[in-house]
Structure formats: structure tokens, C-alpha cells
């Protein structure tokens, strides 16, 4: 260590490098960090507008009534002959048997 330490102090053009390229680095590390906080803080900033603009509007109100018709426009959708036949079998059965 004392080595490097008279190193620096037979050459003062090394250190003042040294030092610089530390200050730049500090510099490009603040620089990264208040960039990062900016953005977070904007985000913040827009998720409270966000509630204070849409405070009773933006929630969904779910219902039974709501969920129970979805799920029977979901069984609309699914055909009743999967034809399994063809298929290679299901053997986690992942697929509920409809009506039957």
C-alpha cells in the first residue's frame, strides 16, 4: 500500500487524473441516481392524479349477477364436441366435461 501511496506522490499528474476520473465517476453515478428518482417520482406523481381523478369511476364494480353471466358467455364459446377421440388423451384431465 505505502508503495502505491509513493506512487502517487513521486508523479502529481497520476493523482490529478485519479482524482478526476473519480469526480466524473461520482458525477455520472449522482447523475444516474437523480435520473432514476426523477422518473419514480413522475410515476408517483401520476398514479396520484390517477386516483384523484378517477376516484369512484376507475374501480370496476364485480358482481355475482356480472360474474355468473360471463362465465355463461365463456361456456357459450367453448364447442361441446372437443372431439377427444383424436386427440391424444388428457392425463392432468385440465378440461372440465360440459354437460355431461
Given at each position: 500500500?505505502?508503495?502505491?501511496?509513493?506512487?502517487?506522490?513521486?508523479?502529481?499528474?497520476?493523482?490529478?487524473?485519479?482524482?478526476?476520473?473519480?469526480?466524473?465517476?461520482?458525477?455520472?453515478?449522482?447523475?444516474?441516481?437523480?435520473?432514476?428518482?426523477?422518473?419514480?417520482?413522475?410515476?408517483?406523481?401520476?398514479?396520484?392524479?390517477?386516483?384523484?381523478?378517477?376516484?369512484?369511476?376507475?374501480?370496476?364494480?364485480?358482481?355475482a349477477e356480472r360474474i355468473s353471466r360471463l362465465k355463461d358467455h365463456?361456456?357459450?364459446?367453448?364447442?361441446?364436441?372437443?372431439n377427444l377421440s383424436l386427440s391424444f388423451p388428457d392425463s392432468n384431465?385440465?378440461?372440465?366435461?360440459?354437460?355431461?
Amino acid at each position: 500500500m505505502q508503495e502505491v501511496v509513493n506512487h502517487f506522490n513521486e508523479n502529481p499528474l497520476l493523482g490529478l487524473l485519479a482524482a478526476a476520473s473519480l469526480i466524473l465517476a461520482l458525477f455520472w453515478i449522482l447523475k444516474s441516481i437523480l435520473r432514476i428518482s426523477l422518473f419514480l417520482l413522475v410515476l408517483f406523481a401520476l398514479y396520484v392524479g390517477y386516483l384523484h381523478f378517477f376516484e369512484e369511476s376507475g374501480q370496476p364494480v364485480i358482481d355475482a349477477e356480472r360474474i355468473s353471466r360471463l362465465k355463461d358467455h365463456a361456456y357459450e364459446l367453448i364447442p361441446q364436441d372437443l372431439n377427444l377421440s383424436l386427440s391424444f388423451p388428457d392425463s392432468n384431465f385440465t378440461r372440465p366435461h360440459l354437460g355431461n
